[in-house]
């Protein structure tokens, strides 16, 4: 059939934006008479700067109209001198301004009223010196360990450090950054134990230009979600002519630029890669010198006592091979990129598989080639058709095409958060990747310039033990760092750990509420909260709360986080934000803080997700429309407030950041005499400026006038980069052998440390771990029984109330049910008795959570599925343009988490769909 799409004229898109009837409310009618389209105005100048609005940190190129003494920002665009995304950005991007100019941001500080209860969003404005009076009379009696900081998209992008550093100066163990439990850590972990790195979406770089074969599995949030340098570079690829593969439950933004789109039954994606994988190496279609010379293939395992795979090691834990030359074992160093030495300085070419039956003192080895072989023997194409619904002939001829393909690519995919296999399955598609020697090399996954720098650095410092770490730390090595300094009671003077890892080790490992890593997520938090945990014999309880520009009541579990704010035990909820997302109702104390567009930022950074090095930084690109705070200088603050004094908050920048304390404390003062706001940003900023021009052999003065003038600082190409500090090949990768590792080292620790031998999702090879999406039934499902799927969308960023700017709610009005609707196959909507636009009751069967939503028929999904886009539903009603949208995605996911990471099973369940 013909497909009918409907063309967005300007009439209907002011119409959908509200500004039809009511004008263009985001300009002044002065400015649009003065500053018509037609007429060029020498007042008119560029800043730079940096996109808030997704991992991608895209470069910008503002345009600002000085008329009368006053600045406005007229356009938001991408910066043309940049290599990431040139002048490119999304509808997302390019909304940005609507932050600046919005009538519901949140103007000045706000407490709540008195009488009022959490969440009913009554607020009376209030001075700064009262916001602060508040905080400091509310946090009297209030233990340093009492306190949890939960720092959201601007924390985890740019100020990690400062949080950090924040933390450690009011010695508040207990840190939560970004949505990691329903966004990235958890199926991240998966890759990151193959190679290395921490956030992938940001450190890891598909090279889809130079590439001849793409393959996306749970992938489309790279490209379609939207990350603009990502579609550019895939754009390009299309143009060459490269294969698009996709594996989707529906017709994706992705898939509608496939080749070749399969309907996977939803949960079984890891059972395709494994039967890929098993193909791969049974035919041969992998790099050997690859794997030979710079992975941890050729390494010899043996069966312990608990009968699992476990690393043949000296004495000095240092891996074993079967050197090929004399057939004899020897012993490599336990840390290398290079596998073609021995730990006595001796040429060794490693057997990629042992001979048969092969015995070194009296012990049977194998390679981890060999044991991952036999582990993946029942993992066949037939079995993974009988599974996914892929037939098995398809499934040997993506193997093959992949497999022979010159510079494949498989997505490694960003959101984590669907089943309880998704770190296996992310972990399998590095494997996949690394087979065929497609790290760090063109056409292939390629380290960003930024985080190659971070790791040289990490590697140069790393016999340096007064390297302040949040300087000489990178990938997971940080992370390592970051877990272990929270899980240690000694890291503050008051031996308190954080409560996630007490929570860890006072619940049962059969727990659904157990996590062995759990990184920065809230798993145990509301155990802390109602008093569940006790530490040294006395309760360990939570009881306030500094949220930063994150939204957890839209992210976790609905009703999870409004029992948490508003329980008796929680005596002071402070949030700092722009925007009055649902989370901001919750507030005792609401910190309004800067808009991204009218700071200038504290440090200057590497140039997002590009494989070039280049620097960039945020220029203020008007005067602040209201008296709002910078977070770096809010921490300053409230370290006062905290602790009596600004001090600490002095000494760990400079013990854990290396910035020295006095002259930073000096020019904060400097700053602070002549009048200049944020003095402590503008310190900071000073500093670094200072620091980066000094590491380039230029003055501060020139960094600051290229800056200014081009909005980047170009440092050395990808191709430069790649040949002399490539990793693996020229340099180690971050992982505790510095190899790509097909055995892990991380999930071997763990299993280790936890006895957890029998465990699947603790399996040093790849295995399978079913997604259990209708635990104990085997009965064909009822006509009004479907699998549940979601996705981003491109106009909404996760979690953010960002759609609440009017050109975002008007291209989702315009888009209507496809954007904002729950995606239902016509037969089965047919069946129903369901129509386009109807509005259902969605029940979780695992849970019987409800949702209300309206349906979008269509054919572009699975019949026994149906899809939700994420990012709608916000109940705030301070966001007037956009609440009430769509449905909440959090409406319908469980509070049910995988034992690694605690990330939650977003997708794993199934839901009945009836009338509303």
């Not at 400015?31 to 800043?47: L, T, V």
């Not at 200014?708 to 971050?734: D, F, S, T």
């Not at 899809?867 to 916000?874: C, I, Q, T």
């Amino acid at each position: 059939m013909a497909w009918q799409f409907p063309k967005m004229t300007r009439r209907s898109f002011l119409k959908n934006t509200s500004l039809g009837a009511v004008g263009a409310t985001l300009y002044h009618p002065n400015w649009i008479q003065i500053a018509g389209p037609d007429k060029a105005d020498p007042a008119d100048h560029f800043a730079y700067s940096i996109c808030n609005y997704c991992s991608s940190f895209c470069s910008l190129r503002i345009t600002v109209s000085e008329r009368k003494g006053k600045s406005r920002i007229m356009k938001l665009g991408g910066n043309p001198n940049s290599t990431l995304n040139g002048d490119k950005i999304c509808a997302r991007g390019q909304s940005g301004l609507r932050q600046v100019y919005s009538a519901n941001r949140i103007k000045t500080p706000l407490i709540r009223v008195a009488g009022s209860k959490r969440g009913e969003m009554q607020f009376r404005a209030a001075t700064w010196e009262e916001a602060w009076d508040y905080i400091a009379q509310k946090s009297k009696g209030i233990q340093p360990w009492e306190w949890t900081v939960y720092g959201g998209w601007s924390t985890c992008s740019f100020y990690v450090p400062h949080t950090i550093c924040f933390t450690s100066a009011i010695q508040c163990p207990n840190l939560i950054t970004s949505p990691t439990q329903n966004c990235v850590f958890d199926g991240h972990l998966g890759t990151n134990s193959m190679i290395g790195n921490f956030v992938v979406h940001g450190e890891n770089i598909e090279d889809y230009e130079n590439s001849d074969y793409i393959l996306s599995i749970i992938g489309n949030a790279c490209i379609g979600g939207v990350s603009t340098c990502r579609a550019v570079r895939f754009a390009t690829a299309k143009e060459k002519g490269v294969k698009v593969v996709v594996l989707d439950p529906r017709a994706s933004e992705t898939a509608a630029k496939a080749d070749e789109w399969y309907a996977v039954k939803p949960g079984t994606d890891l059972d395709f890669t494994l039967a890929m994988l098993r193909e791969m190496m049974h035919h041969g279609w992998y790099e050997e010198d690859f794997l030979i010379s710079h992975s941890n293939m050729p390494f010899l395992v043996r069966k312990n006592a608990h009968n699992a795979w476990e690393l043949y090691l000296s004495a000095k834990k240092e891996p074993a091979v079967i050197d090929q030359h004399s057939g004899q074992v020897v012993f490599l160093p336990a840390f290398s990129n290079s596998n073609l030495q021995s730990n006595s300085g001796a040429a060794v070419k490693p057997q990629l598989r042992a001979p048969a039956d092969f015995q070194h003192q009296g012990e049977k080895l194998v390679t981890v080639f060999d044991a991952q072989f036999l582990e993946l023997e029942p993992y066949t194409t037939e079995w993974a058709a009988a599974n996914t619904g892929i037939a098995a002939d398809d499934i040997r001829k993506i193997a093959r095409e992949f497999g022979t393909a010159k510079s494949p690519i498989v997505i490694p995919g960003w959101s984590g958060a669907r089943y309880g296999n998704i770190q296996m399955l992310r972990r399998v598609q590095a494997m996949i990747q690394a087979l065929k020697g497609g790290l760090d090399v063109p056409g292939g996954w390629i380290f960003g310039g930024e985080y190659r720098d971070e790791v040289r650095n990490m590697w140069a410092q790393k016999d340096n033990p007064k390297a302040p770490p949040l300087a000489s730390l990178a990938g997971m090595p940080f992370v390592y760092w970051a877990a272990n300094a929270a899980a240690n009671p000694g890291s503050h003077d008051h031996g308190y750990p954080a409560w996630a890892a007490v929570h860890r080790d006072q619940t049962p490992k059969d727990s659904p509420d157990w996590a062995a890593f759990p990184f920065t997520t809230e798993v145990g938090l509301d155990s802390a909260i109602k008093g569940k945990l006790t530490w040294k014999g006395k309760p360990y309880l939570c009881k306030a709360i500094l949220l930063n520009g994150t939204n957890p009541l839209r992210d976790a579990p609905e009703g999870f986080w409004e029992e948490l704010l508003t329980h008796p035990n929680m005596d002071l909820v402070v949030v700092m934000d722009v925007m009055p997302a649902d989370t901001v109702a919750y507030a005792d104390v609401v910190l309004p803080e800067l808009t991204y567009l009218e700071r200038d930022e504290p440090a200057i950074y590497g140039n997002g997700v590009n494989p070039d090095n280049m620097l960039i930084t945020r220029y203020q690109a008007v005067p602040p429309a209201y008296d709002n705070v910078i977070l770096t200088d809010a921490f300053l603050k409230l370290t006062e407030i905290l602790t009596g004094s600004p001090e600490p908050y002095y000494q760990s920048v400079e013990n854990l950041m290396g910035i020295p304390a006095p002259r930073l404390k000096a020019l904060t003062e400097e700053n602070r005499a002549k009048g200049i706001k944020n003095p402590f940003t503008m310190a900071l900023r000073q500093m670094d400026f200072e620091a980066k021009a000094k590491g380039l052999g230029i003055t501060a003065q020139k960094l600051d006038a290229v800056l200014r003038e081009k909005g980047i600082y170009p440092v050395a190409k990808a191709e430069e980069l790649i040949a002399n500090y490539g990793m693996p090949r020229k340099m180690a990768l971050p992982t505790p052998s510095g190899r790509a590792e097909f055995y892990s080292n991380l999930y071997g620790q763990l299993r280790e440390q936890f006895g957890l031998w029998d465990s699947p999702y603790f399996s040093v090879l790849a295995t399978h771990i079913p997604a259990d999406c209708r635990p104990g039934s085997k009965a064909p499902m009822a006509d009004d029984e479907f699998y549940f799927t979601f996705g981003m969308v491109p106009v909404v960023s996760h979690c953010s109330p960002n759609n609440d700017f009017q050109p975002l709610v008007g291209i989702s009005k315009f888009r209507g049910g496809i954007y904002t609707g729950l995606w239902v196959h016509a037969q089965r909507a047919a069946k129903l008795g369901l129509r386009e636009g109807d509005k259902v009751l969605v029940t979780n069967l695992l849970t019987q959570q409800k949702a209300e939503a309206a349906i979008h028929v269509t054919r572009l999904v699975r019949e026994d599925t149906v899809f939700l886009y994420s990012g709608y539903g916000d109940q705030n009603p301070a966001l007037t343009h956009g609440m009430g949208m769509g449905t909440a995605l959090n409406k319908i996911t469980p509070n049910f988490i995988e034992p690694v990471s605690g990330g939650f099973r977003s997708q794993e369940f199934t839901v009945r769909l009836e009338r509303a």
